[in-house]
């Protein structure tokens, strides 16, 4: 089943969310700040309403200066296609950024995290289910920028309907 309009797009915006949001050592990489993030507990459901959602992954993909403390996830919907024959979506671009400050980058062991926020990205959502369009492919990423302070990075997928 595909997309029927626009407006379905929030909502399934929404469920791309809550499955990040779902995932503790995501979460965790996110939220703590020091060189092992996955040694702490798992946070709260008040610490993840209160301090994660929509401060730390967004679907609003605005992150100004004053959000640089932590790492952020923002959810962008690229781009949809529409099938000539129903004007159903057929494929629909999700983007998925991370921005990190520099001084997070080095994590304890050998990981850095930057990747291992990606990595748990791509484990939340490839191959994933989103009800209502499809299943999510790829995971490929790129480099946008890099600052003194940030890096930012986009992991990208596609969800393509063979209805």
Partial sequence: MGVRNCAELGENA????????????????LYYTDKDP????????????????????????????KETANAVVAIRIVSGQTNPENNQFRNVSIGIEVFTPMDQWVMKGVQLRPFAILGEIQKSLSNKTINGLGKMQGGSFTLNFLTEEMSDYEMNFDIISYD
């Fill in 14 to 29: 929404q469920k791309i969310m809550r499955r990040l949001m779902a995932n503790q050592d995501l979460l965790k990489l």
């Fill in 38 to 65: 996955l040694s702490h507990e798992d946070l709260t459901k008040e610490q993840i309403q209160k301090e994660v959602f929509e401060k730390l992954i967004k679907i609003t993909p605005r992150v100004g200066p």
